[in-house]
């Protein structure tokens, strides 16, 4: 599946459009990959840290995201965990691991 491209048949096995899946970013395409989602959501909503965890190179922060939709103006919380791997001083990978089925609920028109 190429980024950007939703296959028909995940339109139809959730019954929305789902999340394009996200392409390996460089330097300069990287600030967009933030920049994208903001424009979903309505700004001053809040973030929750409540625990960072740290295994030499690996970083992982557990926490919860408040937000609120754009599109629907639904609130909702979802519990989050990115995960860095940080090499000579970079990041060198970046997962972000979420509850997307409290965001899929938020965005979606019903």
Do not use: F, N
Request: glycine fraction near 10%; hydrophobic fraction near 35%; charged fraction near 25%.
């Amino acid at each position: 599946m190429t980024s950007g491209v939703i296959a028909p048949a995940a339109r139809r096995r959730h019954s929305r459009t789902p999340t394009p899946p996200a392409a390996a970013r460089r330097r300069g395409d990287a600030a967009a990959h933030y920049r994208e989602p903001a424009a979903h959501h309505v700004p001053g909503t809040a973030d929750t840290i409540e625990r960072v965890l740290v295994d030499g190179p690996d970083g992982v922060v557990l926490g919860g995201i408040r937000q609120r939709a754009r599109p629907t103006g639904r609130s909702y919380r979802a519990r989050g965990a990115p995960h860095r791997t940080v090499e000579d001083g970079r990041i060198v990978r970046h997962h972000v691991h979420e509850d997307s089925l409290a965001v899929a609920r938020a965005l979606t028109e019903s």
